[in-house]
């Protein structure tokens, strides 16, 4: 995966190079990661805030989380997903929804958990929850998300059900910006300042995009605006942190990027800085291929691109808690099923299931 970003964003320097946040995935005998690679894999995690793992499932076992999420979004009374873009939802654009805790989808979120554990475990404690387990969708016209941060103190976990091309709008890291540092050393205040000045600079390009995307859509025939879509994503009073909203961009109601936030001591450190941020951080976006497995920590910087391809990308998320947490906490960024919440179920659940335990899942 190499090469530089060519997709109507070349304002923004986003590299599609992952090579270097690459590990491929050795199983042993128990199914498990070896301690090599789950070695370099916590390093990656501790180095870079996240890790690519190529080819941790099959293809059949790809093809069967696929099912699980094609169940999910056939079901009329889905459970959508209160985080990311509830306006993208509305008009589906995107299809961000909880999966229910039925047997055969905790099989599979159980499969991932018992390969993934002795990378897993160095964040999780066995008695810590299961946040959620997800499908996120996004179809051709979607909206591109802020780079952001999610709540802090989550490991979440990406599986590619099928290739995802760059056009499909595979996720953007910024590498070594999650907020404990390298190797477990935090930033220094002044790096943290940076970082939130490059996201000014990174999410005033992506507002442009949003905007000028949308006002293509007008007379589009691949992805034509539905009714009422152009006043909900410009001009709505509605809470949405991900979509060009400028009437909330200009009252200051967006956390993740309003006017507000361009006062003149801003600007003039954009402009004095310009030059440090253009090379202090990277953009990278991933394009996995199918059984390829994300990890990240859930407070590093990242965006969920626009899909601007006809095909839909789906991906099977699902995160864990590093720690205790606040129902609060639990329900400000993340969306369980109901039959999740009536049934909590944590790390060590998933390793003690009966499906962690099996070299190849019998469902596969």
């Known amino acids: ?32 990661l070896t301690e090599p690679c789950a070695r370099a894999a916590r390093a990656m995690m501790a180095t870079h805030g996240f890790v690519i793992l190529t080819g941790l499932l099959s293809h059949a076992e790809a093809d069967a989380g696929l099912a699980l999420v094609r169940a999910a979004l056939d079901d009329p009374e889905r459970s959508r997903c209160a985080f990311a873009s509830q306006t993208d939802n509305r008009h589906r654009r995107r299809d961000f929804c909880a999966l229910p805790a039925s047997p055969e989808v905790t099989a599979f979120a ?12 160095a964040y999780c404690g066995r008695e810590h929850p299961l946040l959620e387990v997800t499908t996120l969708t996004s179809y051709f016209g979607s909206s591109h ?3 952001h941060r ?6 979440s976990l990406f599986a590619a ?12 890291f910024v590498p070594g910006t999650q907020p404990s540092g ?20 990174w999410n005033w390009r992506i507002l442009r995009h949003n905007l000028a995307k949308l006002w293509a859509m007008r007379g589009s025939t691949e992805a034509p605006l539905g009714p009422g879509e152009l006043r909900d994503r410009v001009f709505s009073t509605k809470w949405d942190e991900h979509q060009p909203n400028l009437l909330r961009f200009l009252i200051g109601k967006n956390p993740l990027f309003s ?17 440090e941020l253009r090379h202090r951080f990277r953009l990278v976006q991933t394009a996995p291929k199918k059984g390829t497995v994300i990890l990240y920590q859930s407070d590093m910087l990242h965006a969920g691109p626009d899909n601007r391809s006809p095909a839909p990308r789906r991906l099977f998320s699902m995160s864990l808690a590093r720690g205790p947490v606040t129902e609060k906490m639990w329900h400000s960024g993340y969306s369980p099923h109901p039959t999740l919440k009536e049934r909590p179920m944590s790390f ?17």
């Open 1 to 32: 995966m190499a090469g530089a970003r060519g997709d109507g964003m070349s304002d923004l320097p986003i590299s599609s190079d992952t090579a270097a946040f690459e590990v491929a995935a050795v199983r042993d005998a128990q199914g498990r």
């Open 110 to 121: 159980a499969t991932l958990a018992r390969r993934l554990e002795d990378v897993l475990s």
């Open 145 to 147: 998300q802020y780079i």
């Open 150 to 155: 999610d709540p802090p103190g989550v490991i």
């Open 161 to 172: 059900l099928e290739d995802v091309s760059d056009a499909q709008g595979g996720t953007v």
């Open 182 to 201: 390298i190797a477990g050393r935090p930033h220094d205040p002044g790096t943290l300042a940076l970082m939130d000045l490059a996201s000014i600079a």
């Open 259 to 275: 006017l507000a936030m361009l006062t003149p001591p801003t600007l003039w450190r954009l402009w004095r800085h310009r030059a």
């Open 348 to 364: 060590g659940d998933l390793l003690n299931h009966p499906a962690a335990q099996e070299i190849e899942p019998t469902w596969a």
